[in-house]
């Protein structure tokens, strides 16, 4: 069973910085994609940015620019970091992959970490 599990979360300010990171109890290595999604209150939950095996990178036309995906392998760790935050941006954020070898297309999904971004 794969286990994902966020951290980083908090309150910030506007343009400040913050980075999540998502720990998973597998190799990431052997995970193709792995995901950061986020879900403001009242809204849907919406894609944020995901990182492949070999580093493609893809972003969220909110995110292009303000936010950078990356992975450890050797941590088994994505870490998504966010700057010039915006209001906007509050919302609880998600870790995921649903390409896990052998669970192809099961989504696995974290516990979420908050994010507050406010004066």
């Known amino acids: 069973q794969v286990q994902l599990e966020e951290a980083g979360g908090g309150l910030v300010q506007p343009g400040g910085s913050l980075r999540l990171s998502c720990a998973a109890n597998?190799?990431?290595?052997?995970?193709?994609?792995v995901g950061w999604y986020r879900q403001a209150p009242g809204k849907q939950r919406e894609l944020v940015a995901t990182?492949?095996?070999?580093?493609?990178?893809n972003y969220a036309d909110s995110a292009k620019g303000r936010f950078t995906i990356s992975r450890d392998n050797a941590k088994n760790t994505v870490y998504l970091q966010m700057g010039s935050l915006k209001p906007e941006d509050t919302a609880v954020y998600y870790c995921?992959?649903?390409?896990?070898?052998?669970?192809?297309?099961?989504?696995?999904w974290g516990q979420g970490t908050r994010v507050t971004v406010s004066l």
């Open positions: 990182i492949t095996r070999g580093g493609t990178t």
């Open positions: 995921h992959t649903n390409t896990v070898p052998g669970r192809w297309g099961h989504d696995y």
């Open positions: 597998v190799s990431i290595g052997i995970i193709y994609a």
